[in-house]
């Protein structure tokens, strides 16, 4: 079985400072990991995954995440917040291979505020 | 490209009634998704297809139906509805490398 634990329900940030969302996973198998923003009354867009290669991946809107496999891990960071990024994120794995592709299964979700 | 839309938009529904969501999605993807958010818990996979014709029980599979006659369509039906399934509901779509693209959701409310 696979699980998502994101660290924080909610983060907060000033506009310009590091955002960092924490993200650890539960998997048996190889993992495929995605980050996923929610804006409000909206369906989820995709930021970045990892399915294979180069461990640091570079996603949309100047997001990037880095697996680390000893630690379980893949956190979302941004170098410099801004204030379109309020939104609530959120965490998934899958099984790499078989039937399992897109069987998303979903942390609870951070909500990150940005403030002037 | 409309990628995945999801029909309605918002529901009232009394218990005990039945009401089917449509999902449609234009990128030729083999795999769908149906997925219910509640406050607190993420998303929940309910059922899913990995192509024409056939479905599957993901996490919390009690209460509903699915159906994908077309490649293109996948249905989500509750057939009894209950307080408990007041919801948002997402469909996806997905290649094999996985990724979903997320419809904009229906907003499920049961009295």
């Known amino acids: 079985a696979q699980s998502v634990t994101q660290l924080g329900s909610h983060v907060s940030v000033s506009e310009g400072a590091l955002v960092l969302l924490r993200c650890n996973y539960s998997?048996?198998?190889?993992?495929?990991l995605f980050w996923y923003v929610q804006y409000p009354n909206q369906g989820l867009q995709l930021l970045l995954k990892?399915?294979?290669?180069?461990?640091l991946v570079k996603g949309i809107n100047g997001f990037e995440a880095e697996f680390k496999k000893s630690e379980t891990s893949f956190h979302l960071t941004k170098p410099s917040a801004h204030m379109s990024d309020a939104a609530e994120y959120f965490c998934?794995?899958?099984?790499?291979?078989?039937?399992?592709?897109?069987?998303?299964?979903f942390g609870q979700g951070t909500i990150l505020t940005v403030h002037p | 490209n409309a990628g995945v839309t999801q029909t309605p938009k918002f529901r009232v529904l009394k218990t005990g009634q039945s009401m089917t969501l449509l999902c449609a999605q234009d990128?030729?993807?083999?795999?769908m998704y149906w997925y219910r958010q509640d406050p607190g818990m993420g998303l929940r996979l309910i059922h899913y297809?990995?192509?024409?014709?056939?479905?599957a029980k993901g996490e919390v599979p009690d209460g509903y139906n699915v159906s994908r006659l077309k490649k293109q369509n996948f249905l989500l039906g509750l057939e009894s509805a209950a307080p408990s399934q007041t919801s948002v509901y997402f469909c996806?779509?997905?290649?094999?490398?996985?990724?979903?693209?997320f419809g904009s959701g229906t907003r499920l409310t049961v009295v």
């Open positions: 990128m030729n993807h083999e795999y």
């Open positions: 297809s990995v192509g024409e014709g056939t479905t």
């Open positions: 990892y399915t294979t290669g180069a461990t």
């Open positions: 998934a794995v899958s099984r790499a291979g078989g039937t399992s592709y897109g069987k998303l299964t």
């Open positions: 998997s048996s198998v190889p993992p495929y």
């Open positions: 996806a779509s997905s290649t094999m490398d996985g990724g979903d693209t």
